[in-house]
Nanobody, 124 residues
Framework: QMQLAESGGGPVQAGGSLRLSCTAS????????MGWFRQAPGKEREGVAV????????YYAPSVAGRFSISRDNAKNTLYLQMNSLKPEDTAMYYC?????????????????WGQGTQVTVSS
């Protein structure tokens, strides 16, 4: 069984930056897709960014495109999310997830493993 552990969240002022990390342990084979998702209070979980194992596919939600950058280190089983120019509306719990097949776009369906989340709070 796979475990995912996110880190790097915290409070930050608008315009600032944070780098989230997600490290996988246990049964880490077949992490073809890795993604970041977020959920704000009272809202549904939404896809933020997705990357495939080959690195040849990246997806960004329109609300974060140009500000966030997803990357992964397959040797370290670690996923990253560099978040720049943060806005108060980016405030949410951020989760990482993996899927044993290639996932596209912002769907939250078909992701097999989820972390516990790391809170990001952006103040104006």
């Amino acid at each position: 069984q796979m475990q995912l552990a996110e880190s790097g969240g915290g409070p930050v002022q608008a315009g600032g930056s944070l780098r989230l990390s997600c490290t996988a342990s246990g049964a880490t084979a077949n992490m073809f897709s890795m993604g970041w998702f977020r959920q704000a209070p009272g809202k549904e979980r939404e896809g933020v960014a997705v990357i495939h194992d080959s690195g040849d596919y990246e997806y960004y939600a329109p609300s974060v495109a140009g500000r966030f950058s997803i990357s992964r280190d397959n040797a370290k089983n670690t996923l990253y999310l560099q978040m720049n120019s943060l806005k108060p509306e980016d405030t949410a719990m951020y989760y990482c997830a993996t899927a044993p097949m290639r996932r596209y776009g912002s769907t939250t369906l078909g992701w097999d493993n989820w972390g516990q989340g790391t809170q990001v709070t952006v103040s104006s």
